[in-house]
């Protein structure tokens, strides 16, 4: 596939972004209101315009490289958990939520994807937004789609649940289908993670990988009034801690040869993830660089849409859009 255009909004250290360069779409425009994100999304593409701005002061009429575009994409932040998101009411997020639609507006794609927390698609604390959007899409001639994403059904080792709304033109619309998942078994903390943790010589790596069976919980970047960086709530660290993982802080390396993995000994016996490990949790390859100090670093890749999803969604929207 080629040919494709598309403006990314909030888009982060590029994980939707990169999803749909893979799917066969070209930016014309991507932008976020971080500093180290926008630097993440030059370091690793040179050559894509990068805009450093919130969305809320975005003025489309300043920047015409935006319109006639296939596709408007928006991976928003997850500050809020799905646990708290019941709490929303007139919140940071739901004004952006809205700002997507307003700029839908103006630019006309022919396609929109908002990617958000699961309770995006049916909780009570949305349905405000879901009205409005309803008579937004329907009166620019869109027709559209709610729906449920995990992340894990598409190769991420994660337990990642995404909330998904999907409006294509009227005419297009009809041969859109949400992606089917593309593994057919989840792939693991362990098996994700087995050749980092070799990687200076631990010689209980293999060990430890073993009994990491199972996907990680939701990686969570959290709000940049917290501290620093840690694996999320109270009930994701202690699925870590069954994963053999101390889930209290991120590592800045992983361990050594004379490191001893011994889960009795409470966190002081329990292994670390760097964030170099959590961008491998979310789907990024290796070869992309998340620019920033590590609290800063760890923040984008948890605030990121996993790529391998937005290469699914796009092949699906992109097969649309070609029927």
Not at 27 to 44: F, G, M, S
Request: contains cysteine; hydrophobic residues 40%.
């Amino acid at each position: 596939m080629s040919g494709l255009t598309f403006v990314d909004v909030c888009a982060g250290a590029g994980g939707l972004a990169l999803g749909l360069e893979r799917a066969g779409f070209e930016p014309t425009l991507l932008l976020d209101e971080d500093e180290d994100a926008c630097r993440t999304l030059r370091r690793n593409r040179p050559h894509w315009n990068v805009l450093r701005t919130d969305l809320l002061d975005l003025d489309p009429s300043e920047h015409p490289e935006i319109y006639d575009v296939d596709l408007l994409s928006a991976g928003l932040p997850r500050v809020r958990s799905s646990a708290t998101a019941a709490r929303a009411g007139s919140s940071g997020e739901e004004e952006l939520l809205r700002a997507t639609v307003y700029l839908a507006h103006a630019v006309r794609p022919r396609a929109l994807i908002v990617e958000n927390v699961p309770t995006l698609v049916d909780a009570d604390v949305f349905h405000d937004f879901h009205e409005f959007a309803r008579a937004e899409l329907e009166h620019l001639g869109y027709d559209f789609s709610w729906f449920l994403l995990n992340a894990a059904d598409f190769g991420v080792p994660q337990d990642r649940k995404q909330g998904l709304l999907v409006a294509i033109k009227k005419q297009w619309f009809k041969a859109f289908r949400p992606p089917a998942p593309t593994v057919g078994e989840h792939v693991s903390v362990g098996t994700a993670l087995a050749p980092s943790m070799r990687s200076r010589g631990w010689k209980d790596a293999d060990r430890w990988a073993a009994q990491a069976t199972c996907v990680a919980p939701t990686l969570v970047g959290g709000s940049k009034n917290r501290g620093g960086a840690d694996l999320g709530p109270t009930g994701s660290k202690r699925k870590w801690e069954k994963l053999g993982v101390n889930a209290h802080t991120v590592g800045d390396e992983t361990p050594g040869a004379d490191f001893v993995w011994d889960p009795e000994l409470g966190r002081a016996g329990l292994v670390k993830i760097t964030v170099d490990q959590a961008a491998l949790l979310q789907g990024f390859p290796e070869s992309w660089e998340i620019t920033g100090k590590k609290t800063a670093r760890y923040r984008q890749i948890g605030h990121s849409s996993p790529p391998p999803v937005g290469e699914a969604i796009g092949r699906a929207v992109a097969r649309a859009l070609r029927s």
